[in-house]
């Protein structure tokens, strides 16, 4: 993956960097056509910004995890993934007429790739959030302690078990969330990744 | 059974097979597709909870600005601006359009009129470190030898960091050293960061500090138009 990153990769910089100057710029040139976006389709200021918010956070995550490269102009980018998340957000709600008619008419290929490779990582994301609070108390515990830690010498120590018991321990806590992803519905939908 | 594999998994992840161990794990991944199919899983799971973990600090930092960003830019909506006010407002428009317009229209652009630099905030990097509060200092108050010298002191510990190298390029070009400033921006520019083009701007701010107006217009006519810099290149150039 040895992409060029657009000029508007300083806005995905600047949320690794949690730089509020330039965080402060996506609020001022684009969240309010989003804040229109949503207040036209039963929404107020609050869902504006709270999905704005947690659009930023997934593409934050995907950067830190995956190394996400922006390749395209941020604007569209950004305003389709919001609008796509309101759209979300208005089903769960239980609205039945859920289209959004106005909408951006020049979104090229690149720009509808990177949105939809956002949207899987999100749902994968998700996905293993959710699978992870499945798990009993315990493995929560271990595997928090192990991926925070990093050395299980050390996890070992904390947990007040031996070294051997907590690796053993660990694979079996993986192995575990790794059958309840792999079992569920959502992720025979995502076959990528 | 199951227990078995999902340790070779943890083993290979953390390097802990031995020769013999690894041959047969790549060969059960050529030949069991189930197998090969629940590595990528517990892989997948593996770096998602890794980064998940190891920076929820981080994470929840980025939260606080971000919540404190959208209530300053989406809460103060209902404000509208009184016609008083309003007419104050344009009054003073007015008058900084004309102050402007003269500042401009006399004579050749000068450097000073496009140095309005960003101001140098490093301080997200976690470290506390003294060098980059100094340094944000001393640039921020126009002190560019000062800075220069701190600056120096951070590009050898953040060896790649593009912003500081750039910082390090508007000091010189602050200083009047063209040939090393230039060196730097030219650096910048080929590489692929996200400062190109604010390289590309500041290269051609040197060549108009030093008058080689021609120079200045060819790089100017490089940046592209999607760039943040886009908008005051035009303006300098209408004035070339």
């Given amino acids: ?193 | 059974m199951e227990d078995e594999r999902y340790i070779t998994f943890e083993n290979y992840l953390t390097n802990k097979l031995s020769n013999e161990e690894l041959k047969l794990f790549e060969e059960k991944i050529q030949s069991d597709v189930n197998f090969k199919y629940e590595f990528e899983i517990y892989k997948a799971l593996n770096s998602s909870l890794a980064s998940k973990f190891s920076n929820e600090e981080k994470e929840q930092e980025l939260k606080k600005t971000l919540t404190s960003l959208g209530n300053k830019h989406l809460k103060k909506e209902t404000k509208v601006i009184s016609l008083f006010n309003y007419k104050k407002l344009m009054v003073a428009a007015s008058i900084a359009l004309l102050i402007g317009f003269f500042l401009f229209k006399n004579g050749d652009p000068v450097y000073s009129d496009f140095s309005n630099h960003h101001k140098l905030e490093l301080v997200v990097r976690s470290e506390n470190n003294q060098a980059i509060s100094k340094a944000e200092a001393a640039f921020n108050s126009k002190n560019y030898k000062e800075a220069l010298e701190q600056l120096n002191t951070l590009s050898q510990i953040y060896l790649n960091d593009t912003e500081i190298l750039l910082y390090k390029g508007i000091c010189l070009l602050e200083l009047n050293n063209f040939f090393e400033a230039e060196a730097i921006f030219d650096k910048i520019s080929t590489g692929n960061s996200a400062l190109v083009n604010q390289a590309i701007w500041y290269k051609a701010l040197s060549l108009l500090k030093q008058k080689k107006y021609l120079e200045c217009k060819k790089v100017l006519k490089t940046i592209p138009k999607s760039a943040e810099e886009f908008k005051q290149a035009k303006k300098l150039l209408r004035k070339l």
């Avoid at chain 1, 919001?82 to 979104?107: A, F, M, P, Q, Y």
């Avoid at chain 1, 090229?108 to 956002?118: A, G, I, L, R």
Wanted: charge should be positive.
């Fill in chain 1, 1 to 193: 993956m040895n992409q060029k990153p657009h000029e508007d990769h300083i806005y995905i910089e600047a949320l690794l960097k949690n730089d509020s100057r330039v965080l402060s710029k996506i609020y001022e040139k684009y969240s309010y056509k989003i804040v229109a976006m949503v207040k036209k389709n039963n929404g107020n200021a609050d869902d504006a910004q709270d999905i704005i918010q947690e659009t930023l956070v997934t593409i934050y995550h995907q950067a830190i995890e995956k190394g996400f490269i922006l390749t395209c102009p941020f604007d569209a980018y950004f305003y389709l993934l919001c609008k796509r998340k309101w759209l979300n957000e208005l089903k769960k709600r239980g609205n039945k007429k859920v289209t959004i008619l106005e909408d951006i008419t020049s979104i090229s290929e690149e720009q509808k790739q990177q949105v939809e490779e956002t949207e899987l990582f999100e749902q994968q994301h998700q996905l293993f959030e959710s699978k992870f609070k499945e798990l009993g108390i315990k493995c929560q515990e271990l595997l928090k302690a192990s991926f925070k830690i990093k050395s299980m010498e050390k996890v070992a120590e904390f947990l007040g078990v031996s070294y051997g018991y907590a690796r053993k321990k660990k694979s079996q806590c993986m192995g575990q969330l790794t059958k309840l992803v792999k079992n569920s519905t959502e992720f025979q939908q995502l076959k990528e990744y």
